[in-house]
């Protein structure tokens, strides 16, 4: 192995399962996640003289992050509605027949992932970076390539969208337990 191969296996590969954490997360498919992630990490393999400094996580979720909305935009262009700051979108109602005799935190955590996945692609994004990757507000708004108040509004909005969706869950769960 080459000196640009060991760099590459040094700095990138120990990032390749938060790579496809986004690129599911923004395709809501593992088969098409990975055929991304690969796509990427050829791309991350070719520009690797571009790396400033040994912190790759970033830098190799920006190209993640670049290769998926240009995969979802030749793939799936009706995913990619915009975010319109001035209206929010309704959070899907879970489903009415959710069993109470299930594993509640279980059941949470499904609920509340199909709540992410129920978001807008930039809301999704943000949300995933922050709170599943724990990336600083600077690197997410570095991958997304937006300025950090607008990584701030949407983290904002995400969570308000989690909170409803969570509220309507409780709210379905409490209809459900009535009957």
Do not use: K
């Given at each position: 192995?080459?000196?640009?191969?060991?760099?590459?296996?040094?700095?990138?590969?120990?990032?390749?399962?938060?790579?496809?954490?986004?690129?599911?997360?923004?395709?809501?498919?593992?088969h098409d996640a990975q055929?991304?992630?690969?796509?990427?990490s050829l791309r991350a393999?070719r520009f690797l003289d571009?790396?400033?400094?040994?912190?790759?996580?970033?830098?190799?979720?920006?190209?993640?992050?670049?290769?998926?909305?240009?995969?979802?935009?030749?793939?799936?262009?009706?995913?990619?509605?915009?975010?319109?700051?001035?209206?929010?979108?309704?959070?899907?109602?879970?489903?009415?027949?959710?069993?109470?005799?299930?594993?509640?935190?279980?059941?949470?955590?499904?609920?509340?992932?199909?709540?992410?996945?129920?978001?807008?692609?930039?809301?999704?994004?943000?949300?995933?970076?922050?709170?599943?990757?724990?990336?600083?507000?600077?690197?997410?708004?570095?991958?997304?390539?937006?300025?950090?108040?607008?990584?701030?509004?949407?983290?904002?909005?995400?969570?308000?969208?989690?909170?409803?969706?969570?509220?309507?869950?409780?709210?379905?769960?409490?209809?459900?337990?009535?009957?």
């Amino acid at each position: 192995m080459d000196e640009r191969g060991r760099r590459f296996e040094q700095l990138v590969v120990p990032h390749l399962g938060a790579a496809f954490n986004l690129a599911r997360w923004l395709t809501r498919n593992d088969h098409d996640a990975q055929d991304i992630v690969q796509d990427a990490s050829l791309r991350a393999l070719r520009f690797l003289d571009g790396l400033r400094g040994e912190d790759a996580r970033p830098w190799l979720l920006g190209i993640v992050r670049n290769t998926t909305w240009s995969w979802l935009q030749a793939n799936r262009p009706s995913d990619l509605v915009a975010p319109d700051d001035d209206s929010e979108p309704q959070v899907p109602a879970p489903p009415a027949d959710e069993p109470e005799n299930s594993a509640i935190r279980r059941a949470e955590a499904r609920l509340l992932n199909e709540a992410i996945a129920a978001l807008p692609p930039a809301l999704r994004e943000v949300i995933v970076l922050r709170e599943l990757e724990d990336l600083a507000y600077r690197q997410i708004a570095q991958i997304a390539g937006i300025p950090i108040g607008t990584v701030m509004s949407r983290l904002s909005r995400a969570r308000r969208l989690l909170a409803q969706s969570v509220r309507a869950i409780e709210v379905a769960a409490e209809r459900q337990g009535a009957r």
